[in-house]
């Protein structure tokens, strides 16, 4: 978001905006509002949407210890506010640096990608539910990038793959 300011403003330096620079500075103030209204819904409603996604995960993983089930929650519950708070700046930058560095580790340490990968989904498909079509389509970009990030070796290596790895 920022960005997007300063390259128009900078542009705009030394002359009024013109009529196109207005029109480009008006999409920006209207998206901004949009991502305010859909960070404002996502902090407001934070328990109703955690508890649902917990309900399903429990039944999910019925076996699972109750506190290794709230670890994945506590992770996802940060990975949505950082996320949400990427898109409100509408800075994937944001998102990289505050917190997929350091969950990445934690998830891997802690044997959790199963469980967090299903969360994942089921938190997906529940904003999904919940949140306006144009609501999820700016917080989508950046949900995909944890997930990329964050679960990134959930995919098991194929023993070609594996052996062309030992190779190199």
């Known amino acids: 978001m920022q960005k997007d300011f300063e390259r128009l403003f900078h542009r705009a330096e030394d002359h009024y905006l013109i009529p196109s620079e207005m029109m480009a ?17 996502l902090r407001d409603n934070e328990a109703e949407i955690f508890q649902a996604v917990a309900d399903r995960l429990e039944a999910d993983f019925p076996e699972e210890p109750s506190q290794k089930l709230e670890q994945c929650l506590c992770h996802w519950i940060s990975t949505l506010r950082y996320s949400s708070m990427a898109m409100l700046l509408s800075n994937p930058e944001y998102l990289q640096y ?13 044997e959790l990608r199963a ?3 299903r969360l994942s989904e089921i938190l997906t498909e529940h904003l999904q539910k919940v949140l306006s079509a144009e609501g999820f389509k700016l ?30």
């Open 139 to 168: 917080l989508k970009p950046f949900l995909t990038q944890s997930e990329t990030i964050l679960l990134a070796k959930a995919a098991p290596q194929s023993p070609e793959l594996a052996m062309a790895g030992d190779k190199a």
């Open 115 to 117: 469980i967090e990968t």
């Open 98 to 110: 505050r917190l997929l560095e350091w969950l990445t580790e934690m998830i891997e340490a802690h």
């Open 25 to 41: 500075l008006k999409k920006h103030i209207g998206l901004l509002g949009k991502r305010l209204e859909t960070y404002r819904y």
